[in-house]
Structure formats: structure tokens, C-alpha cells
């Protein structure tokens, strides 16, 4: 078994992507977050991480942490002994993740490894779940239209992505929400439900892939919920996403909500595979 330190993204999908892509949905997170780092500078102060862990020629394991988002990690159940090689590597390198988010059964193994190793306990924070659309099943529209949200919707967006952070993960930080509303919407990915020139609600893409890309940023303040914009959004910003050229959208729900779960499944959403953020420390 044989692990590899990678310097950037580049380097690290130039050995992982063509493993990645034989499940491109499943493998998402790490997969299109790389793709979305090549390029990008690095904060000194939060150097990104990225290692792989073959097995025989064969990837167990590919893992990235990217402050301060938890780390990432993208396998098969059999990692085994792979992710004992990359809690030793972090430790090595200094690098203590405050949390871990992948498939459950792989995020649950390194959960048990790092706690092992360092003594710091793991505890789940979110259980979550992938879904996949290849094709939109026909849903009621709501009143309105969707359109790409622009420069002035920046403090709008700003709010919305603070509050969706909020309710999602538990936590927010303003000023990371700003920089992220800004950044997204000037490469054109935020897009909002608006009824009578007023936004109701917003859905954004993220992490294209080859053939896919995430839909994520799902969002409606708590006095326009129950109207059905939010699920008109994903609805209509999955087909256009499709009639671009992907092959499919993913996005994530948190099971502990079952209304989501459920109104993406009208909209066309398969399950794929549930994924678990743990916390440590």
C-alpha cells in the first residue's frame, strides 16, 4: 500500500480523476471540489491537503481538507488499512481536521481511526444524503419565474447563504458567506425564484464535473416557506442544468428533514448513497 502527498489539486486529480470518475456522482465532493480549486490561490494561513492511497495499482482512498470546510474523503468500503495511512500522514504533516465528511461506512472508519490515534472523540453531527436526477419529473410550478441572481442581489444572497449555513451545519460566519455570495454569483451560479420582482427563494449549482454538477445553497426564508418555490427553483435550475449537457445533478439532503427528502424525490432525486459529517474533539 503506498500513499502520495499531493502539492495542489492539479497534481492530485491528474492521479485520482480517472478513478474518481468511474462513479462521478457518488465521488462529487472530492471530485468537483478539486476541479473547482485548480487554479485558485491558497490562504497561507489555511494550506489545503490532498493525499491518495493505492493498493496494488487500485485507489482506496482519496483525501482533501480544505479549510475551514471538514475533510473529504471519496473510496469504497474495503479502505481498510488506507485511511490508518492517511491518519499517520496527518499527524505526521500537523493537520488536525475538525471534522470528516464522506459515504458513511468511510467516514465512520476514519471517525474510529482518528480517535484511536489521537484520542480525540468523534461524534456525529450530520447524516446526510446523496441523491441523483437524470431527468425532472413534471411538479406543479409556483407563481413566479427563475432568474441568475446579479451584483445587486449580493447582500440578499449574503443573507440567504449565512441563514442557509445556519439551519444546514449548524453554524455561520457572515463575511465567508459575502465573499462566497460575491464569488458565485459573478461566475453565474446563484439563481432565485422571484414573484412580482421580489426574490422568494434561491438554489445555486456547484462542483461541475464531466458529465454532472451539485445543486446546493437551496434556501427559502422561513415567511415565503410552504409555497412551493424552493422546489420550483431546483426544478427548473435541474432541467436547464440538463438541457446544458450534463448528464446528471446531485445534491445533498439532511435525513433529519424528511420534507426535503421528499420534495426532491417529486422533482426526479434517486438516492444514492448516505454520506456522514462527524466532529472531533
Known amino acids: 500500500m503506498q500513499l502520495v502527498r499531493h502539492p495542489d489539486a492539479g497534481s492530485f486529480l491528474r492521479d485520482a480523476q480517472p478513478d474518481l470518475e ?12 478539486a476541479l473547482r480549486l485548480v487554479g485558485r490561490p491558497e490562504s497561507p494561513e489555511r494550506p489545503r491537503w490532498f493525499a491518495t492511497v493505492r493498493e496494488g ?14 475533510l473529504a474523503l471519496a473510496g469504497g468500503d474495503d479502505a481498510g488499512a488506507a485511511l490508518e495511512f492517511i491518519v499517520a500522514e496527518l499527524r505526521a504533516a ?3 481536521p475538525a471534522r470528516v465528511f464522506g459515504p458513511a461506512p468511510l467516514a465512520g472508519a476514519f471517525a ?16 446526510q444524503r446523496l441523491f441523483a436526477l437524470t431527468e425532472v ?9 427563475l432568474r441568475r441572481a446579479e451584483a445587486a442581489d449580493a ?6 447563504m449565512a441563514a442557509f449555513d445556519a439551519e444546514a451545519l449548524g453554524e455561520s460566519d457572515v463575511e465567508r458567506a459575502r465573499a462566497a455570495a460575491r464569488r458565485r454569483i459573478a461566475a453565474g451560479e446563484v439563481w432565485l425564484w422571484e414573484v412580482d420582482g421580489e426574490p422568494r427563494a434561491m438554489a445555486a449549482s456547484d462542483r461541475p464535473t464531466r458529465h454532472g454538477v451539485a445543486v446546493n445553497a437551496v434556501y427559502t426564508p422561513p415567511w415565503w416557506r410552504g409555497h412551493g418555490y424552493a422546489t420550483t427553483a431546483v426544478a427548473h435550475l435541474s432541467a436547464g442544468l440538463l438541457a446544458e449537457g450534463r448528464r446528471f445533478c446531485v445534491l445533498f439532503t439532511d435525513l433529519a428533514n424528511p420534507t426535503s427528502n ?5 422533482i426526479g432525486y434517486r438516492p444514492l448513497a448516505d454520506f456522514t459529517l462527524y466532529r472531533f474533539g
Open 57 to 70: 495499482g487500485e485507489l482506496r482512498v482519496a483525501a482533501m481538507h480544505t479549510p475551514p470546510f471538514p
Open 137 to 145: 419529473a413534471p411538479v406543479p410550478d409556483a407563481p413566479g419565474a
Open 94 to 96: 500537523d493537520v488536525r
Open 22 to 33: 468511474r462513479d462521478e456522482a457518488l465521488s462529487n465532493m472530492v471530485l468537483g471540489g
Open 262 to 266: 421528499s420534495i426532491y424525490a417529486r
Open 112 to 127: 474510529g481511526e482518528w480517535a484511536r490515534a489521537t484520542g480525540e472523540p468523534a461524534a456525529v453531527e450530520i447524516r
Open 155 to 160: 447582500e440578499t444572497v449574503t443573507r440567504w
